[in-house]
């Protein structure tokens, strides 16, 4: 069965610092992956995604994260975070075609 | 509208009433899907319509949990004789397309069982 690891559940950073949620996922198979962020009291939302192509993948907000197929990771990254990034950052992965599978998420605190 | 709506956005039940959670998803889109996310864990995937059929409702966790779609709109998820550990924040996200197209998930239901 897929599974997914996300390694910290909280991380702390000053704003304006580099930030590295990390991801690990199990599968057996060709891999789709996502990152959401969900900010208090809101729904989830696509930061990026792995489908194919590009290790490297940009998405919004300025994050990127890059899919290491020999580490089976999926790392996300942010050079210079904000005030406003703290939320919830999960990873997923896609499972049996459909259905997504979570890690449990890591809490961005970025502090002033 | 715009995105997936969900209704009510809370939930206060009795422990053994039947809830119903509503869910609108985008117009359009072939694919639902409800997941469940316990305080401070992750979501967990309850079942997933192609249209209004489900070919996956393995994540349901017992027979008091059942849902139902009509043609490619609303769903609705019930849960009967409620329990206090099925308080949780239930989400509904929809894709255009199952299998690597991009879910968009609703602000979800956050039903309180005392």
């Known amino acids: 069965a897929q599974s997914v690891t996300q390694l910290d559940s909280q991380v702390p950073v000053f704003e304006e610092a580099p930030v590295e949620l990390r991801c690990n996922y199990s599968s057996s198979v060709s891999v789709y992956l996502f990152w959401y962020v969900q900010y208090p009291n809101q729904g989830l939302q696509l930061l990026l995604k792995?489908?194919?192509?590009?290790?490297l993948v940009k998405g919004i907000n300025g994050f990127e994260a890059e899919f290491n197929k020999s580490q089976t990771s999926f790392h996300l990254r942010k050079p210079s975070v904000h005030i406003s990034d703290t939320a919830e950052y999960f990873c997923?992965?896609?499972?049996?075609?459909?259905?997504?599978?979570f890690g449990e998420g890591t809490q961005l605190t970025v502090n002033p | 509208g715009a995105g997936v709506s969900q209704s009510p956005s809370n939930k206060v039940t009795e422990k053994g009433k039947d809830v119903e959670l509503r869910c609108d998803p985008i117009s359009g889109h072939t694919a639902l899907y409800w997941y469940r996310q316990r305080l401070g864990q992750g979501l967990e995937f309850l079942i997933y319509f192609q249209g209004n059929s489900a070919p996956d409702k393995s994540g349901l966790p017992s027979d008091r949990f059942s849902a139902e779609r009509t043609g490619e709109s609303v769903s609705t998820l019930t849960i009967q004789r409620t329990q206090q550990e099925d308080s949780a924040v239930y989400l509904c996200?929809?894709?255009?397309?199952?299998?690597?197209?991009?879910?968009?998930f609703g602000p979800g239901t956050r039903l309180t069982v005392l």
């Open positions: 997923a992965v896609l499972t049996s075609g459909s259905r997504l599978t």
């Open positions: 996200a929809s894709s255009l397309r199952p299998g690597g197209g991009e879910q968009f």
């Open positions: 792995y489908l194919s192509g590009s290790t």
